[in-house]
């Protein structure tokens, strides 16, 4: 499964784990919670809508967070390919020359957007859809994903899925991805842990539900080397970009 982040050279790769960070939260509700027969309405109309991505046509600014390093971008679609993204700072200051020219060479490398979907609403289940919480304003459901979805690299097969879905108007709050037990994606590499949490901006009058926050925490090892990586990805600053719809 591809990364819901992409990264950067700026940036290093491993953290230590901070402390007291729980393991993997509510794995085995599914187990106890009895699947729907029927999902709500409100939940239908959401799932309708919802996308992980950001829509074609806008422009945005993404801050990424990776232990002590940061990184702000801007990203604008209508500008041609070379000149979309722009490394705006970098530890909180103008970038360098040197930081420039390792950007923009990462960048050229077809470096996918970070908002890349880890999912896509068709992957999921439509028989797996338990109601897990109901309370006034939305709804958390638990879901797993369909078998086809996980072709490519079978990485779906060993994620859970909760999503929590606002009633009215009808949209996905948020999306948090757990690993279900320790899993090798290749030889060599062990994923202890993944959770991967995704939460999104209420839609507007002139504009969707957009992505508004990311933060993954992984713990594993490669070889014998253990490795862990808490990431934070903010976007904000959305505007149409001249070449968007």
């Known amino acids: 499964m591809a990364s819901s982040n992409g990264s950067s050279p700026c ?24 699947a729907l027969g029927a999902p709500p309405e409100y939940f239908r109309a959401a799932l309708a809508k919802f996308s992980a991505e950001v829509p074609p046509g806008w422009a945005y600014t993404q801050k990424t967070v990776r232990g002590e390093e940061s990184t702000l971008e801007r990203f604008d679609p209508g500008k041609p390919p070379a000149e979309r ?3 705006v700072a970098h530890n909180g200051k103008p970038p360098r020359p040197d930081e420039l020219e390792k950007y923009g060479k990462f ?18 289940e439509p028989g797996s859809i338990q109601l897990v919480r109901d309370e006034p304003e939305r709804g958390v459901f638990s879901v797993t994903f369909r078998p086809e979805a996980s072709a490519s690299d079978k990485m779906l097969d060993h994620l859970r899925l909760e999503l929590v879905v606002h009633k009215q108007p ?3 709050e948020e999306y948090t991805l757990e690993l279900l037990a320790p899993y090798y994606p290749v030889l060599g590499v062990k994923m202890n842990e993944l959770t991967v949490r995704f939460q999104f901006s209420p839609p507007g009058p002139d504009r969707p539900s957009l992505p508004a926050l990311s933060t993954s ?3 594993g090892r490669i070889f014998f080397v253990p490795t862990s990586e808490d990431l934070r990805v903010a976007f904000s600053e959305f505007t149409r970009s001249e070449a968007g719809p």
Do not use: M, T, Y
Not at 109 to 124: G, K, Y
């Open 11 to 34: 940036q290093p790769r491993r953290r230590e784990r901070p402390a007291g960070r729980l393991k993997l939260p509510a794995l085995f509700l599914a187990a106890i919670v009895p």
């Open 170 to 172: 009808a949209w996905v």
């Open 107 to 124: 960048k050229a490398a077809s470096a996918p957007p970070l908002a890349q979907a880890a999912f896509h609403r068709n992957d999921i």
């Open 85 to 87: 993204w722009v490394l």
């Open 217 to 219: 925490w992984f713990a």
